[in-house]
């Protein structure tokens, strides 16, 4: 099949969009179909390299940290993408790019599946004054938006369930965002037969992504800051719009020499920062699925993270990493992966540590590229045969109405 995808953003930032999209181009070309990428210039010109189409954009950061705004409606690009007539449209943002997937849709006579990355209700401090107001708003927009698509992804039945409360009634589909395990496995091997250096002699605390501010990292930062939190190393790969005050929070509780932050890393190096922890640690409630968890998982890490409903079938307590609730929850957690009495041991972790971390590791197989490859298209095919299916019950239609008015 020929397969259009369209995004606002497909940059070289970690970012759980971005990785979905590149890891479902590598699972759909394996499997022998043909995919192309339109998405949005970041150099104010319009060009292309390979498979991938760079719409000119604007500065849209006013409206959403990030966005961008395309300055052509009607772009040559739309055309040659239009003409090379792809069998779907699959649009992975609901901004500028979503109208670009629309159009050629409709024009190429194409499906129109949309995945739902992101959960908007979280994130209106960003664009609304009142949180109560923002969300409705968001309800609507969302609602109206996927009148058009033929079909949406959800990527946990926690979207799947928010979809429907906004009142959306095309299909929608919950299929997991796939990610290649492979450079998780490998740094982990790695990590293993090298022997590498700690960053301090504390079990250490990893968090991955985006800095901002509905992450909840403050939750983490004030745990740290109790006598039970003393313990502790806490590393955050990434950057974002609330690390600078993060950073100063840091220095007022005095945590400085115990929390370390990357700021922006090269996505290639992001699976050798994960083995430098020894627990994944999250506070967030804003995830449609969360991919740092599976990588996390996949690096052999048990993770420790706010209860959520994202997190359904993914963390099972005492097995893989636990779920919790309250501060208190959240250090009986560590305390079992990281008991005290090993210290005089000079040990950091006991048996209990190295069956979650084993676990950890055997429960991420479903999320592999493969099996998001091979769910995606059988939707894809599904989607084509339907709409082919209307299509000549359309030209059906016309074709009976034309004879009944030579008829006459």
Request: charged share 25%; glycine share 6%; with cysteine.
């Amino acid at each position: 099949m020929k397969i259009l995808i369209t995004t606002d953003v497909y940059t070289s930032n970690v970012n759980g969009v971005v990785t979905s999209i590149k890891n479902l181009t590598k699972a759909l070309t394996e499997r022998g179909h043909e995919v192309r990428i339109l998405t949005l210039s970041q150099r104010g010109a319009s060009y292309r390299e390979g498979n991938v189409y760079y719409i000119r954009s604007l500065d849209a950061g006013k409206v959403y940290p990030g966005a961008r705004a395309a300055v052509s409606p009607c772009h040559r690009f739309v055309k040659e993408l239009v003409e090379w007539k792809p069998d779907v449209v699959h649009s992975q943002c609901e901004f500028t790019s979503y109208f670009y997937a629309r159009c050629i849709a409709k024009q190429a006579k194409a499906p129109l599946l949309h995945t739902y990355h992101t959960v908007y209700e979280d994130y209106t401090h960003y664009f609304s004054p009142s949180e109560k107001l923002g969300k409705k708003a968001v309800a609507f927009l969302t609602r109206h938006l996927l009148k058009k698509a033929d079909g949406v992804i959800a990527p946990t039945d926690k979207v799947a369930r928010l979809l429907y409360s906004y009142g959306v009634e095309v299909p929608v589909y919950t299929v997991p965002t796939g990610i290649d395990l492979t450079p998780y496995e490998e740094a982990r091997r790695e990590r293993e037969r090298e022997g590498w250096r700690r960053l301090t002699s504390a079990p250490i605390l990893v968090t991955v992504g985006r800095v901002a501010k509905e992450k909840n990292l403050d939750e983490i930062l004030n745990f740290l800051a109790t006598k039970r939190g003393s313990r502790y190393h806490w590393l955050v790969v990434g950057d974002g719009p609330h690390r600078a005050e993060l950073e100063t929070r840091c220095r007022e509780l005095g945590l400085s020499r115990r929390v370390t932050f990357t700021g922006m890393v090269d996505p290639k190096e992001v699976p050798f920062y994960y083995q430098m922890g020894d627990a994944f640690v999250s506070a967030s409630t804003s995830e449609t699925q969360g991919l740092t968890y599976v990588e996390a998982l996949s690096s052999g890490l048990p993770a420790i993270c706010r209860k959520d409903d994202c997190l359904q079938g993914v963390i099972s307590n005492g097995k893989n990493g636990w779920q919790y609730e309250t501060a208190e929850e959240f250090f009986d957690a560590l305390e079992i992966l990281f008991p005290e009495s090993l210290v005089h041991r000079q040990k950091i972790t006991g048996w209990e540590y190295e069956m979650c971390s084993i676990n950890a590791r055997q429960s991420v197989y479903r999320f592999s590229t493969d099996e998001f490859g091979r769910s995606m298209e059988a939707i894809y095919r599904s989607l084509r045969g339907a709409k082919e299916e209307v299509l000549e019950k359309k030209t059906v239609l016309q074709w009976r109405k034309g004879l009944a008015a030579l008829r006459k």
